[in-house]
């Protein structure tokens, strides 16, 4: 083993490991502790890509957690961060033509009390 911060390869113990299973050295010269290839962490992006697709094909976070077997907040973390990485929508410069839908909002309170 060669230790990443003096570069010196005596003298290194082992010392322990992580918690994800690789093997620590501490090196006896500068009394640090490394990992010389420490395993990756957090989940594949394939699996990201898989639910954010899921995600857009309609399913729900909480169905797409159970399938894929994660926590539905991590897949809400996972399609939040596709979202923000997507391009702005692209924006007229000048609006010619408004169009409205049937759907008729009250602002504040109805002019009739409900009777019921």
């Given at each position: 083993?060669?230790?990443?911060?003096?570069?010196?390869?005596?003298?290194?113990?082992?010392?322990?490991?992580?918690?994800?299973?690789?093997?620590?050295?501490?090196?006896?010269?500068?009394?640090?502790?490394?990992?010389?290839s420490p395993k990756s962490r957090g989940y594949p992006h394939?699996?990201?890509?898989?639910?954010?697709?899921?995600?857009?094909?309609?399913?729900?976070?909480?169905?797409?957690?159970?399938?894929?077997?994660?926590?539905?907040?991590?897949?809400?973390?996972?399609?939040?961060?596709?979202?923000?990485?997507?391009?702005?929508?692209?924006?007229?410069?000048e609006v010619q033509t408004a169009e409205l839908d049937e759907?008729?909002?009250?602002?504040?309170?109805?002019?009739?009390?409900?009777?019921?």
């Amino acid at each position: 083993m060669k230790c990443p911060h003096c570069e010196r390869t005596d003298r290194q113990n082992r010392a322990g490991q992580t918690g994800a299973g690789s093997q620590r050295y501490e090196c006896m010269h500068c009394q640090r502790k490394y990992t010389p290839s420490p395993k990756s962490r957090g989940y594949p992006h394939s699996l990201r890509e898989q639910a954010v697709q899921m995600y857009v094909d309609g399913l729900n976070l909480r169905r797409i957690a159970r399938h894929l077997k994660v926590n539905h907040q991590t897949v809400a973390n996972w399609v939040q961060a596709h979202a923000q990485s997507l391009p702005n929508a692209p924006m007229p410069a000048e609006v010619q033509t408004a169009e409205l839908d049937e759907l008729f909002t009250f602002i504040g309170d109805k002019k009739n009390a409900s009777t019921s």
